[in-house]
């Protein structure tokens, strides 16, 4: 079996459908009108496997024909844009050096998968989305901001099959290997929760606990945002939920379901391994288990997001699993109420995660 790439390594230290192609280039072109700040876009539903449920599909080489063109929702809306034609907006500003850059005189944005300008179109789509994900949450309002900041990304200028956020300078990186990293949403919201995660905890992941922390939130945002847009758009979802990046794992992995990793494992501390991807499993089913209970405690899952999210601003740049459950715990009484906060001390006692 092929091992699964090591997607959203956060060093410690450097912290690491078919339609008209409008790539035209913006020197002298037209501008949109003055305060044109929403466009029209072409994505995929999160991702063509999960969309279509269909483990067959492969990369092919970027070809457009590899994708059925139901797999795309070229209706959505690109949000926040700044006015420019580019993909520039109060929340992301997509740099790539790869192909040339996507630009709209009329913000209109379609591509196929086998253009160059598609990754970039989903790469603001979907970090845009995150974040406006967060702050319906109350986060930037009733809550303190998670990220609230314009996100540089840098797409296809990594030749090799791994993606990353670094914090000098402040930037999330998708690679081109196997499916480009940037064609799954999953991968792209999975970076930007590292981000997040800098943002309410300058330094975090300096112990091997805090970095697998990092990883497991970063798949659970990413599965979580992805949930919250299907829902949103009416999207199919017909692959299981708790597996993580079923399109861009095509082209690592040889069984089926194809996942990067999973959610819902058995995985205890008595398991750990010593490798943040791998032990992040352990603390992302805790928080799998989380969102399920607040389902069964008819709280929902959005209440669930919140208390995660917002126990983090307590987390130390070196947390343990404990000292993080317990902050997690405390945010969920507070929150919450008593039977939510026993849930969530269950469920990471489940895990072996006691304080």
């Not at 003055?34 to 994505?43: C, K, L, R």
């Not at 959505?76 to 580019?86: E, F, P, T």
């Not at 996100?151 to 499916?179: A, C, H, W």
């Not at 405390?330 to 990471?348: E, H, I, M, Y």
Request: net charge negative.
């Amino acid at each position: 079996m092929t091992r699964p790439r090591t997607i959203g390594i956060a060093a410690i230290a450097v912290f690491g459908l078919v339609g008209p192609v409008l790539a035209a280039s913006p020197a002298g072109a037209t501008k949109p009108a003055p305060g044109t700040s929403t466009g029209t876009a072409s994505v995929f539903k999160v991702n063509p496997v999960q969309s279509s449920g269909d483990e067959s599909l492969t990369d092919q080489n970027d070809s457009a024909t590899a994708v059925p063109a139901s797999e795309y929702d070229a209706t959505v809306q690109l949000r926040n844009l700044d006015g420019s034609g580019m993909l520039v907006g109060k929340w992301v500003r997509v740099e790539s050096a790869t192909g040339t850059p996507a630009y709209s005189p009329t913000n209109t944005f379609i591509y196929n998968r086998h253009d160059d300008q598609f990754e970039q179109v989903m790469a603001y789509f979907w970090i845009n989305q995150a974040q406006e994900y967060l702050q319906s949450l109350g986060f930037g309002s009733t809550l303190p901001p998670a990220n609230a900041q314009q996100m540089d990304v840098k797409i296809d200028q990594f030749g090799g099959d791994n993606s990353y956020e670094t914090d000098k300078p402040f930037r999330l990186r998708f690679g081109k290997g196997g499916v480009d990293d940037a064609e799954d949403a999953e991968v792209l919201v999975h970076e930007y929760g590292h981000a997040v995660h800098q943002a309410q905890v300058p330094g975090f992941g300096q112990s091997e606990e805090a970095g697998s922390i990092g990883e497991a939130f970063g798949d659970y945002l990413g599965i979580t945002v992805g949930l919250d847009a299907a829902n949103q758009h009416g999207w199919p979802v017909k692959t299981d939920g708790p597996c993580a990046m079923d399109w861009d794992s095509t082209s690592y992995t040889v069984t089926v379901p194809h996942c990067i990793r999973r959610l819902d494992t058995n995985l205890t501390v008595a398991d750990k391994s010593g490798e943040v991807h791998h032990d992040g499993m352990i603390w992302s089913r805790a928080l799998w288990d989380i969102r399920n209970g607040y389902v069964g405690l008819k709280l929902g899952t959005r209440r669930a997001d919140t208390t995660i999210v917002d126990a983090q601003f307590r987390f130390a740049p070196g947390t343990s699993f404990s000292a993080a459950a317990a902050a997690t715990v405390a945010t969920a009484q507070a929150r919450d109420g008593s039977k939510a906060a026993d849930l969530v001390r269950g469920a990471f006692a489940a895990r072996g995660i006691t304080f």
